[in-house]
Every structure is written in structure tokens, then in C-alpha cells.
Nanobody
Framework: QVQLVESGGGLVQAGGSLRLSCAAS????????MGWYRQPPGKQRELVAT???????NYADSLKGRFTISGNNAKKTVYLKMNSLKPDDTAVYYC?????????????WGQGTQVTVSS
């Protein structure tokens, strides 16, 4: 069993920055892809960014240049640095992982962390 635990959310003023962290824990697992999704109030969950185990990144077009995803393979942790935050970035941010455990690949989600950007 693998758990993804997010941290780093909170309240920030427009123009500010936040860094989210997501740590994967468990035994004997291999991460293929980890990423961040977000769900704004009243809207569907949407892709923010992903990063593969070899460091290849992918971003939602609208967030390129403001958000940066990075990972630490040794710590099994992925980060999301968010700059120049806007009120429209207000959402619950979820960590996601495509992770192999005992030869089977699963999709895991974290519990979510709230990010609120005030104007």
C-alpha cells in the first residue's frame, strides 16, 4: 500500500508564491509518474503538471512559466512551486502518482491541500 501526503497549502495574497510538497510512503514501490491536479470551486479536476521518474515534465499550457514541478527520487517526493499566484488559482490541489507495487501498477491520489489566493 502506498500513501501520498501533501503539504504546503494555505492562504496567500495575489502575486505571492507557495510551494506544495507530496511525499510517497509505503514499502517496495516504484514511481513511474507523479503529478499535481487541482479542482477549483464548482469546477472539474484539471491537470496542473506531471513529472516522470527520469525528470520529464509536462504542464497545463495556461500555467507554464508560473508553476514549476520538481522531484526528489531519493525522498520519493514531488514539489510544485507556484509563483505570481492569482485568485483563479484558488483550488484544492491533489497529488497523483502512477506507482507499481509488487508488479502491479496503480493510480494513487493524495487527500488534497487547499490553496486560497486572495485579491
Amino acid at each position: 500500500q502506498v500513501q501520498l501526503v501533501e503539504s504546503g497549502g494555505g492562504l496567500v495574497q495575489a502575486g505571492g508564491s507557495l510551494r506544495l510538497s507530496c511525499a510517497a510512503s509505503g514499502s517496495s514501490f516504484r514511481i513511474t509518474v507523479m503529478g499535481w491536479y487541482r479542482q477549483p470551486p464548482g469546477k472539474q479536476r484539471e491537470l496542473v503538471a506531471t513529472i516522470t521518474s527520469d525528470g520529464t515534465t509536462n504542464y497545463a499550457d495556461s500555467l507554464k512559466g508560473r508553476f514549476t514541478i520538481s522531484g526528489n527520487n531519493a525522498k520519493k517526493t514531488v514539489y510544485l512551486k507556484m509563483n505570481s499566484l492569482k485568485p483563479d488559482d484558488t483550488a484544492v490541489y491533489y497529488c497523483h502518482g502512477i506507482i507499481t507495487v509488487a508488479g502491479y501498477t496503480y493510480s494513487y491520489w493524495g487527500q488534497g491541500t487547499q490553496v486560497t489566493v486572495s485579491s
